[in-house]
């Protein structure tokens, strides 16, 4: 096992870019990883990584070492996972990546619920504005909304995030209302980056899916921004309605152009492809999946 923890070290410092990140992320003083690496180097006879002011960087034989440790280890997990199962009771550390707004409204709410129900399961949760590379920076589940792109990864459907077109009195009151998809290109609209063609709206229209080409003064990666924005007069936006749902109880934001619909986003659990899924990853997802298909997510969130 000292053999396995020296490797284990060793990965999280080429992931974390840092001893001191590692001693925290293990519990440890910086001088035990550092002895640790050095150990792991003296006993292998050649050097995996080198330092200098601002990165770490792996030599040939640390960079072929480092895969070699990530399937070892990945394999140790899945053999401890196993013999675990047999007492049905999910334990161990779960990494989760979540986008940055979706999780801060409609998913960590719930956490302190699963955190009850699942005692034994040690959550490491981020909210993260942008991808991550889940093997890299071992997240054992990233949840993505969205059409997904082609991948290894393996995808459960937990949710789908209905959207809606929105706008203030205030620039309506200045801009007038627009009636149709066509009437868009007249408009400052208000677009979010992250997707694919995002000056592209699409909406089901009377049985039919019709598009749009928006411009605007404003565009942003952030839905909080978005949101912001449209409050403070800036233009049109398509949001979730469980993000602008307070907003448009107190009438500081209306639904516009309501015989468009914008098309639904589905929301997946993403986990790397195994032979063997982790219990504690099968909870996290079937909970998620049990929560929002009880009743509406704004009804969890709001009532």
């Not at 002895?35 to 292998?44: I, P, S, V, Y």
């Not at 049905?88 to 550390?93: F, S, V």
């Not at 719930?110 to 399961?121: E, G, R, S, T, V």
Request: hydrophobic share 40%; net charge neutral.
């Amino acid at each position: 096992m000292d053999r396995f923890l020296s490797m284990k070290i060793f990965v999280r410092i080429v992931q974390l870019g840092s001893f001191t990140a590692v001693a925290a992320d293990m519990e440890m003083t910086q001088s035990s990883v550092s002895k640790r690496m050095a150990a792991l180097e003296a006993g292998l006879g050649c050097k995996l990584i080198v330092r200098n002011s601002r990165k770490i960087l792996l030599t040939e034989a640390g960079s072929q070492y480092y895969n070699h440790c990530l399937s070892i280890l990945k394999e140790m997990d899945t053999a401890e996972a196993q013999v675990r199962e047999y007492s049905l009771r999910p334990t161990g550390y779960l990494r989760v990546s979540l986008p940055d707004t979706f999780g801060r409204v409609l998913i960590v709410p719930f956490l302190p619920d699963f955190k009850k129900k699942y005692p034994d399961i040690q959550l490491d949760v981020s909210l993260m504005g942008h991808k991550v590379d889940m093997i890299t920076e071992g997240i054992d589940i990233a949840v993505r909304i969205g059409n997904l792109e082609d991948s290894n990864l393996i995808a459960r459907k937990i949710a789908a995030c209905q959207r809606v077109i929105v706008a203030s009195p205030g620039y309506l009151k200045l801009h007038g209302m627009p009636k149709s998809v066509e009437d868009l290109q007249h408009h400052q609209c208000l677009s979010f980056t992250k997707r694919k063609g995002f000056n592209l709206w699409h909406f089901m229209h009377q049985g039919k899916e019709v598009a749009a080409t928006v411009n605007g003064v404003m565009k942003s990666s952030s839905g909080d921004v978005i949101l912001e924005c449209a409050l403070g007069d800036l233009g049109i936006a398509v949001l979730p309605k469980w993000l602008v749902y307070k907003e448009l109880e107190q009438g500081s934001l209306v639904t516009i152009m309501e015989e468009y619909q914008p098309l639904e986003y589905p929301v997946h659990a993403l986990y790397p492809q195994n032979h063997f899924v982790p219990l504690k990853v099968r909870c996290f997802i079937e909970y998620y999946q049990q929560i929002f298909s009880q009743k509406s997510v704004l009804e969890q969130i709001y009532h």
